[in-house]
């Protein structure tokens, strides 16, 4: 208890690689609390913006506009953060383009589920700096080639380096946010309002890159987010982080994935962000051969589910505080297998409102819930590093958004968008219950109380029978 105080009083810090204790104020502690919040903030919406503001300069870059096939462009995602976008334009594109299209939005979680584990394993062992400045680098790298560039293959490798500066990025970004932030509660309300902003960075992107790709080409966006991503790269020098004491014990990447209680809400982020990974390459290709729909409304057709995970992140911060996380994202889990299975029987574009504006609201309670969750589980469970469990968490959405394009693409090239959207709402529905086991998880103290009972249980069982 003692310990713990001491820790609320002191800060750790670090400072070009150099770890110390210092004793702060408590207004200081929140400036620096802020400081880092704005940090996370700043961070996710560069890769969020860097993210979406291609879509709209796509035609551009794939020299597609003459070829004689009329299909709608995807709308592209992310998970970190688990994060949406909207498509702003309209793509001619021949069917042979489909497999690369579905590769090139794919490539970017690919790159995260490999890169992840990495990215935890380092922010861990080595802070928040080093990550933080790699990252950095290479999003600036990668925003370089987007504007220089031209040609599918530039887009592909602009992508899959973006993917590998987003992991090391937003990784060290949550597991920096959740140190910051000691007190559970505080904790929640911080990500929420950070994967908040990753909301806004995918609803700002397309029309920020259309407006400044028609003033002055498809460069101009680029280059003003590579001063973006500069300018907040020269806060994360000069700015304080936080970091663990030394004589933590720190929990294996191992350790994490054999807990059972990790890997239940590490499904639920999944399950909840493949809902809408399936629907970005399926959904507008739907809306053509049912509803024949206009280019512009399939442009905006993803904007209630952006808006509504904008929505969702901040509010469910401080909400899942009051009803319970593990509650809020069972409910968001259900509500997701009805949107789900709602989305199908749709006969007009408005009546596609309701569910898409109630899955992006959703999804966002789920990831906002989980998040908070897995960094309280290491807390109560493991030690209070957060690196490798946000690996886990990025991992998780970036599988559903990796494989969700692809598979999505597929199965309704075979005219099965309905039961690809009714089997994945079953899913949902059979893996909400297990949400229940995180309403209250044992300690890791009650752990070690569990097993004393247990070897002194056995001792007697010896001696008895020695008698």
């Not at 995807?74 to 021949?94: G, Q, Y």
């Not at 936080?242 to 994935?257: A, C, F, Q, R, S």
């Not at 030690?383 to 490798?388: D, I, L, P, R």
């Not at 994945?424 to 070690?448: T, Y």
């Amino acid at each position: 208890m003692a310990e713990s105080q001491n820790f609320d009083e002191q800060m750790l810090i670090e400072d070009d690689g150099l770890r110390c204790a210092v004793k702060i104020e408590p207004q200081a502690r929140k400036i620096s609390q802020r400081t880092i919040l704005l940090i996370a903030c700043l961070s996710a919406l560069c890769d969020c913006l860097l993210l979406s503001v291609i879509v709209p300069i796509i035609p551009v870059y794939l020299d597609v506009s003459e070829t004689p096939t009329t299909r709608p462009p995807t709308a592209e995602s992310s998970t970190s953060n688990k994060t949406f976008a909207t498509v702003s334009s309209p793509t001619v594109i021949d069917s042979s383009m489909d497999l690369k299209i579905g590769a090139l939005f794919a490539s970017k979680a690919f790159v995260q589920i490999m890169v992840n584990p990495v990215a935890g394993h380092l922010t861990e062992r080595v802070g928040y700096s080093i990550p933080l400045y790699s990252g950095f680098c290479v999003l600036f790298i990668s925003t370089l080639v987007y504007g220089c560039g031209s040609g599918y293959w530039l887009l592909f490798v602009a992508r899959a380096i973006q993917g590998l500066g987003s992991s090391f990025v937003l990784i060290s970004c949550l597991a920096m946010l959740a140190a910051a932030h000691p007190d559970d509660n505080e904790r929640g309300t911080a990500i929420g309002i950070a994967m908040g902003v990753t909301g806004l960075g995918v609803l700002a992107g397309p029309p920020f890159g259309g407006l400044f790709y028609s003033i002055g080409g498809k460069g101009l966006p680029f280059f003003i987010l590579a001063g973006l991503i500069f300018l907040t790269f020269v806060l994360v020098v000069f700015a304080q982080k936080p970091v663990m004491p030394k004589y933590t014990e720190k929990p294996t990447l191992k350790d994490l994935l054999s807990d059972p209680y990790i890997l239940i809400a590490s499904g639920a982020v999944c399950f909840c962000n493949m809902a809408f990974a399936l629907l970005e390459p399926t959904l507008p290709i739907w809306l053509l051969e049912t509803m024949d729909a206009k280019e512009w409304q399939i442009g905006v057709i993803f904007l209630p589910s952006t808006g509504a995970y904008l929505i969702a992140t901040p509010l469910l911060g401080k909400l899942g505080n009051v009803i319970g996380r593990w509650l809020a994202s069972l409910i968001g889990l259900v509500l997701v297998a009805v949107s789900l299975f709602v989305v199908p029987v749709a006969r007009t574009l408005a009546a596609l409102v309701a569910p898409l504006f109630a899955l992006g609201f959703c999804i966002g309670m789920v990831d906002t819930s989980m998040a908070a969750t897995l960094a309280y589980l290491v807390d109560i469970r493991h030690a209070s590093v957060y690196g490798a469990v946000f690996a886990i968490e990025d991992f998780a959405a970036s599988v559903g958004f990796a494989f969700g394009p692809l598979l999505g693409g597929v199965i309704v090239s075979e005219g099965s968008f309905p039961w690809l959207l009714h089997g994945l709402a079953i899913l949902n529905l059979l893996f909400a219950p297990l949400l229940v086991f995180l309403r209250n998880p044992p300690s890791k103290h009650q752990l070690l109380q569990i097993e004393d009972a247990e070897v002194s249980g056995i001792d007697e069982q010896i001696e008895n029978a020695e008698i």
